[in-house]
Nanobody, 124 residues
Framework: QVHLSESGGGSVQAGGSLRLSCVAS????????MGWVRQAPGKERVGVAG???????TYADSVKGRFVISRDHAKNTLSLQMNDLKPEDTAMYYC??????????????????WGQGTQVTVSS
């Protein structure tokens, strides 16, 4: 069973930075896609960034140039460096994953495995 565990959320003022981390375990294959999905209060989950097994990355337009996703295969970890944070980035952030590739799609429906989430709050 795949298990994902996030850390690194918190509260920050607009313009600040945070780094989210996710540790993965239980994979039976080296080929799997990972990503970050967020859910703001009263809104649906939306994909933020994703990274394929070959290192190909995809970003939502709203975070391009501000967020950087990275993964370490050896340590089974996923990170999201978030810079120049804005109040609209406030959300619960989830680490998500699935076997194979999702072709660069960021939507939450492309993932079958989820972490418990970590809260990010950005004040103006």
């Amino acid at each position: 069973q795949v298990h994902l565990s996030e850390s690194g959320g918190g509260s920050v003022q607009a313009g600040g930075s945070l780094r989210l981390s996710c540790v993965a375990s239980g994979y039976t294959s080296d080929s799997y896609v990972m990503g970050w999905v967020r859910q703001a209060p009263g809104k649906e989950r939306v994909g933020v960034a994703g990274v394929e097994s070959d290192g190909t990355t995809t970003y939502a337009d709203s975070v391009k140039g501000r967020f950087v996703i990275s993964r370490d295969h050896a340590k089974n970890t996923l990170s999201l460096q978030m810079n120049d944070l804005k109040p609209e980035d406030t959300a619960m952030y989830y680490c998500a994953a699935d076997y194979g590739s999702n072709g660069g799609n960021l939507g939450p429906d492309w993932y079958n495995y989820w972490g418990q989430g970590t809260q990010v709050t950005v004040s103006s």
